[in-house]
C-alpha cells in the first residue's frame, strides 16, 4: 500500500471524520449518523472461487473502511469506504463486488446462526439456509477521491458497456458507485462538514491553483489553526511540501503555504545571484533579509 493510501486510510477510519462523509453523502450535511454509533468491522471480504474443476481457486477482497451503524445493540446498516487518491476506471465493478460479498456473507451467516436452533419450516428454507423471516442489512459504500482533478471515470455500471441494444441494457441491473470528488464540491457545500474533512477537501480542491488557494485560506480563518493529521494528510497527498515544526499539535496552513511561496522567491533570487545577474546585496535586500541571513537561507535551501 501507497503512503498516499495508507494516510487517507487512517484519516478516513476516524469515526468522527468517517460520519462527516456519510452524513455529508446521505443528508446533506445534517448530523444523523453520530460517531459513537460506528463499529469498526473486519474487511476481509468472502473469497470467492475461481478456477476450473472441481478444485476452486479463493480470492480475498479487502475493502478499506467497514463500519456497522448501530444503535447501541443492533447493527441496522454497514457503511464502507473506498479512498482513492488516483482515479480507478473499473470503481463501479469494484465497489460492487465488495457489496455482493456483504450480501452474500450475511445471507452464509445467517444459516450458520440457524444450527443447532430453529428448525426451517420448508425445504426451500432448509437448502438455502435463509428462511423467508430473516432480513439483510443494506451495505453503502462511499468513495473518496483525494486529488484536485475532476473524476472523469464511470460512475456507473452502465457507463462503462459499449453500443448495447436497449432491449438487452433494460434486463442488466445497473450499480452507481457514491463519490465525493472536491472538484465537484461547490464552495457553499464544504460548510455541511463538520470536522476537517472540510478543510482538508477543501485544501485539495484548490492545491493545484496556487493563487486561488492562498486566497481561500486567507478568507477561511480555521486554516490558521488545523489538526496534524489534517495537515500531514493533505501535504502528503498534494505533495505541496508544506513547511511547519515537527511536533506541533496544531498548524497554521496560511503561514505554512506563505513559506513555500517566499522560498519559491529566495529560490528565484539565488539563482539570479549565482548566475551574477544579481549582487548578493541587492538580492538580500529584495529578500527583505541581511546579507548574513541571505546567506544563511541559502546554505539552508542548498542542503
Known sequence: MGKKDTVTKDYMSDNATFADAFNFLIYGGRQVIKPEQLKELDTTAIALPYGEGERPVPIQKYRDLLKAMTDGNIAYVLLGIENQSEIHYAMPPKNMLYDAAEYVAQVEDTAKSHKGGKKSETGAEYLSGFYRTDKLLPVITLTVYFDAEKWNAPKSLYEMFGNIEPEILKFVDNYHIHLISPADIADEDFSKFHTELSLALKYIKYSKDKKMLRRIMQEDTAFKTVSRRTADMVNIVTN????????????????????????????????????????????????????????????????
Open 240 to 303: 505541496s511540501n508544506l513547511h511547519y515544526a515537527d511536533g506541533e499539535e496544531r498548524v497554521n496552513m496560511c503561514e505554512a503555504i506563505e513559506e513555500i511561496r517566499n522560498d519559491a522567491v529566495l529560490e528565484t533570487l539565488i539563482g539570479l545571484v549565482k548566475d551574477g545577474l544579481l549582487s548578493l546585496n541587492v538580492a538580500a535586500e529584495r529578500a527583505n533579509m541581511t546579507v548574513e541571513e541571505f546567506k544563511e537561507k541559502t546554505a539552508e535551501l542548498n542542503n
